[in-house]
């Protein structure tokens, strides 16, 4: 029941034309009685950023893995809403986000990616990473019981790019990293480092997941109902590695790296089922 609602609410997340809706989905009732849910603001560099918290109900002092997950406003209330039951293993959920009443903010576009030349509207991904880890975990483990050895950071699209961003560059910050149809197009795949090993540290786990629609396009029976312009941006945003192409590469350093496709799903259509393998993910 709670994978058809949340594939009903999906449609109000991402419409036919290829677009996200940003209409936030209410959470549910259900939710509220499976977590104690807070809202906390903070500024960082005169930006102002919203984290969405939900804590396991009757925890108490019980220490729970973390799931820190990007784009908070539009993924946060989604996940809570497919968790059926709650344990020792369900994760504390941090959804970063942005006080807006928008599901997904224009500022994500700066915050989550790396800079390439020409483009002014990203590039901001290490300021945003230097406010998780001067800001956003500090607050977290200051204030809730949770065990440090088992972090996770997740996030779908241009998140996913942030995720990996992380990943390469500040390993030792999470354990486990899940990117989830990550945009390694922006910048033609320029998130991959050149060096070899990729890796000074190895992570824990890396899981890199993919709709079946997204690999193959031409497969996708709702691509017919896409407006022109629409199919023009999705064929520019090709370039670089692939997602699969990029897993087989962390593979032969991390030995817990798994790539993940969704049948039948296409870029939205594959959310639910990111978020269902992060709480799993997070909570092993």
């Not at 994760?91 to 500022?107: N, R």
């Not at 975990?137 to 972090?151: G, H, L, S, V, W």
Request: net charge negative.
């Amino acid at each position: 029941m709670k994978t058809i609602l949340l594939l009903l609410l999906l449609f109000t997340i991402y419409p036919v034309q290829g677009q996200p809706s940003q209409v936030i989905t209410p959470i549910e009732e259900s939710a509220k009685q499976l977590f104690d849910l807070e809202q906390h603001d903070l500024i960082y560099n005169e930006r102002e950023y919203r984290l969405y918290i939900a804590q396991p109900s009757g925890s108490g002092q019980t220490s729970h893995p973390v799931l820190y997950m990007l784009d908070g406003n539009g993924q946060f209330p989604m996940l809570i809403n497919a968790v059926d039951e709650v344990s020792e293993n369900t994760p504390l959920i941090v959804g970063i986000g942005y006080p807006s009443l928008q599901a997904y903010p224009k500022e994500r576009t700066r915050d989550y990616t790396i800079p390439i030349e020409g483009n002014v509207e990203g590039g901001g991904a290490e300021d945003f990473y230097r406010f998780i880890v001067d800001k956003v975990k500090p607050f977290i483990e200051a204030n809730y019981a949770m065990d440090t050895t088992r972090q996770t950071l997740c996030g779908h699209s241009h998140g996913g790019l942030f995720t990996l961003y992380v990943m390469f560059n500040h390993t030792r910050s999470f354990q486990h990293y899940l990117a989830a149809s990550p945009s390694i197009w922006w910048g033609e795949g320029a998130i991959v480092p050149e060096h070899r090993p990729l890796f000074s540290h190895i992570p824990h786990s890396v899981t890199i997941t993919l709709g079946e629609y997204e690999e193959n396009p031409g497969l996708d029976p709702s691509r017919k109902n896409l407006a022109p312009e629409i199919l023009r941006k999705k064929e520019q945003r090709k370039g670089g590695i692939s997602s699969r192409e990029l897993a087989v590469i962390i593979a032969e350093e991390v030995p817990d790296c798994r790539f993940i496709l969704f049948e039948g799903k296409n870029h939205g259509s594959s959310i639910p089922e990111f978020l269902k393998e992060a709480v799993r993910v997070a909570g092993e």
